[in-house]
């Protein structure tokens, strides 16, 4: 699978209107559900934040990359927004977060690598 089967137009914000992150998760997750890639954006919310829970995904350098393997994914997909200002995303640098890519796996899918920082990045 390539990134360009995962990443469409309908699911690329240049623009993200939102300014902090449980916001700008929900408007990436609302551009994944109009796109029609979810079963159900609730539950799908949820496993991200569960995964935000364990550690950030702000991996620094103004990155982000939320996401979440689970049954309310209808396809997989990837939802990418810039925010030029930048979120508050809690970042393994602590510096804001412009650029995000949230990824969406179906459970059981073909993605089967998440990213996960190793634990000398999750003390620092």
């Given at each position: 699978m390539k990134v360009t089967d995962l990443l469409t137009t309908d699911t690329i914000n240049l623009n993200l209107r939102q300014t902090t992150k449980q916001n700008v998760l929900d408007e990436l997750a609302q551009s994944l559900n109009a796109a029609g890639k979810l079963n159900d954006i609730k539950t799908f919310r949820q496993a991200i934040d569960r995964r935000e829970e364990e550690s950030t995904t702000g991996i620094g350098d103004g990155v982000a990359i939320p996401h979440a393997k689970t049954a309310a994914v209808k396809e997989a997909a990837i939802a990418f927004g810039r925010s030029e200002a930048g979120v508050d995303y809690r970042s393994l640098d602590g510096r804001p977060a412009h650029l995000f890519f949230m990824i969406a796996a179906e459970e059981g899918g073909r993605i089967v690598h998440i990213?996960?920082?190793?634990?000398r990045c999750r003390d620092s």
């Open positions: 990213w996960k920082p190793c634990q």
